[in-house]
């Protein structure tokens, strides 16, 4: 008899799990180091940023890589962050680099920084997706 209850409470269970949304389940990105660290693998990955990270210095998109950051969250540049471009995307005529943006806002924050937000050499692509937000950049240099 306990065996049935038991068998019974862990069907229920599993029941209950499966009515919990599908975001309760995925992961995200939540601080600067961890951000640099999965753009630093490289490869094709998507990357969800849902809160608000302070962007401290230059993120790098490494050759051959395409890279989609998404989520709704804000990467935010940070106010003693003057001297660098927020992303650098270099790639080569047999390897792309490639960033896309898709519902993720990049926030200058209003600080005068000599580079601008982007930074993109040779056969590197930036593409802005549905929702994607750059606003608050002051580029000091020409």
């Given amino acids: 008899m306990w065996k049935k ?3 019974s409470m862990a069907m229920a269970l599993v029941l209950a799990v499966s009515l919990l949304p599908t975001t309760a389940w995925a992961w995200s990105v939540d601080t600067f180091d961890e951000l640099k660290r999965e753009l630093g693998y490289g ?3 998507t990357i ?3 809160g608000t990270i302070e962007v401290t210095e230059r993120l790098t998109i ?3 890589a395409n890279i989609t950051i ?3 969250g804000t990467l935010k540049r940070a106010a003693s962050f003057t001297n660098n471009s927020m992303f650098y995307a270099s790639g ?3 390897s792309k680099a490639r960033l896309t943006l898709e519902n993720i806002t990049v926030d200058g924050g209003g600080v005068k920084a000599s580079e601008p937000a982007f930074s993109l050499g040779g056969d590197a692509f930036l593409t802005l997706k549905n929702g994607a937000v750059i606003q608050n950049h002051v580029c000091t240099s020409a």
Avoid: A, E, Q
Wanted: glycine letters at 22%; zero cysteines.
């Fill in 70 to 72: 998404t989520g709704g």
């Fill in 92 to 94: 080569s005529s047999k």
């Fill in 62 to 64: 490494k050759p051959g």
């Fill in 5 to 7: 209850r038991l068998v």
């Fill in 48 to 50: 969800p940023v849902t």
């Fill in 43 to 45: 490869g094709t990955r």
